[in-house]
């Protein structure tokens, strides 16, 4: 009798369609996650520009002009004054440089439309809770706490309308969460 050699499985090739299909879609997912941060960074690096290290515009300008936004979160509805960055200057600069800000105040960013919006605290001072706003004012998410002057990029992770800063814990001491609406004229 002779030995048998023994059967030698027949290799497998490494890249097999569902393989190519998988990295396929993380190639595209980087690639529209990296063209929405750099879009972002890009408007927040022009804001600064016209920005002074007191949080200042350069160019002349009068103060701020505050409008009424309301948050319904249950049966509570919660009153602030917010400024609005409707302009990418506005939006560029956003909180930089402020050491302080009334609990009853907030910055709205209107970004015109739906899309991928990254935020950072870079040259900001004060820690924030942003919350991210869908077109109907729904709430998306809420990023506590944010790091004063991280580099760090804060995603929203799906296409908003729009970011609420408020000071940092608000949205916990207020017991906001995600669904809860924001009313102001810039949602429908």
């Not at 930089?96 to 899309?115: C, N, S």
Request: hydrophobic letters at 40%; charged letters at 25%; glycine letters at 8%.
């Amino acid at each position: 009798m002779t030995e048998r050699e023994p059967e030698r499985a027949t290799p497998q090739p490494f890249l097999t369609k569902g393989r190519i299909a998988v990295v396929g879609i993380v190639l595209v997912t980087l690639a529209v996650v990296a063209i929405s941060v750099k879009s972002n960074l890009t408007r927040m690096y022009q804001g600064w520009e016209t920005v002074s290290t007191q949080g200042e515009q350069k160019s002349a300008g009068g103060p701020a002009r505050l409008e009424r936004l309301d948050i319904v979160s249950g049966d509570r509805r919660h009153s602030f004054s917010v400024e609005v960055a409707r302009t990418d200057q506005d939006r560029g600069r956003g909180l930089m440089f402020r050491q302080h800000m009334p609990q009853d105040q907030g910055m709205l960013f209107d970004f015109e439309r739906d899309q991928m919006v990254t935020m950072w605290m870079k040259n900001t001072y004060i820690s924030l809770d942003m919350v991210f706003i869908y077109a109907d004012g729904r709430i998306h998410r809420i990023e506590s706490r944010t790091e004063p002057e991280s580099e760090r990029t804060i995603s929203s992770g799906v296409p908003v309308r729009a970011v609420l800063e408020l000071n940092a814990n608000v949205a916990s001491r207020l017991g906001l969460r995600t669904g809860d609406r924001i009313v102001h004229p810039m949602f429908k």
